[in-house]
């Protein structure tokens, strides 16, 4: 099968509808139209873009619709790619979704942020940071010292998205059993490095924002920023201020077919800002996964 019909059968069928046929449920009271969770015997699946991506919040799994696919059974991809192709024009059904309460203020947001102790050696949140992580102690210590890390509950870590004015406006929380974003918060960017280098690189995790500044070498020309595997106005404006003032955005984002089309999407942005571009991807599916590879060949 050619690559466009592969791309027509991606955009036809929902990751709900493949969900739905497997027999998840939707946990309407943890949904939202922009995050819809589905439930299965103690699974967890979460659907964002509009059906085009999912997420598995107690692992690291995620993907597209080929993806959740093999996720949920296994086998190799022709086997996957005509069980999806059998589901196009299939439409997964969605609750009446009910007004919920008023987005959070930006005072209570930073109220939250402030609440929560700054990632301190010796935590569980850094234990699993640099442990289960492996973000070598210098770059934790640079990112304390820019208080962009706060910890979180049950061993979870907190990483500031902020605005171009420094504001915070949401975070993501990541933890040995949990990955998700603040409710109530906004996506922006999470930002670690030098704003002005020159290079801005973008990931889909704070994590792995901070894992490719260990691989490159914590290089002073770069500001390495997370979209928080989101794709927000706010996530577009804050990458388009910062590349029209920067000489090289570099879309370091996952090697997936999610990584791709955020790729793609900061290609536009480099055209459109009159700036360089370049695609970077991890050896393994995300640059935590190169660094703690990198760590255990070390070892070895």
Sequence with gaps: MKRDEIEKIRDQVSCGTVLQQAGFRVDVRESTPRAVKYRRSGEIA????????????????????????????PGDFRATLQAV??????????????????????????????????????????????????????????????????????????????????????????GPQWRGFSSGGAKTLFRFGNPAGGRLCITEAAIDALSLSALDGRRADTLYASTA???????????????????????????????EAYADKLRGIALRANCGFQRLRPFGEDWNEDLKQRRNEEED
Aim: charged share 20%; net charge neutral.
């Design 46 to 73: 979460i659907v964002t873009h509009g059906g085009r991506g999912w997420f598995d919040p107690l692992s690291d799994n995620k993907g597209d619709v080929f993806g959740l696919h093999a996720w949920l059974q």
């Design 85 to 174: 192709a059998a589901l196009a024009g299939i439409q997964p059904s969605q609750p009446a979704w009910e007004p919920r309460g008023l987005r959070r203020t930006d005072a209570d947001i930073t109220a939250r942020w402030s609440a929560r102790p700054v990632l301190s050696h010796g935590s569980p949140a850094y234990g699993y940071l640099a442990g289960a992580r492996a973000i070598p102690h210098h770059q934790l210590k640079l990112a304390i010292n820019a208080q962009l890390i706060r910890q979180g509950p049950f061993g979870s870590a907190w990483f500031a998205h902020q605005d171009s004015a420094g504001r915070i406006c949401g975070w993501e929380e990541r």
């Design 229 to 259: 595997g989101g794709w927000s106005r706010a996530t577009e404006s804050s990458v388009m201020l910062l590349a029209e003032c920067l000489d090289l955005v570099v879309a370091a984002t996952d090697r997936d077919g999610q990584g």
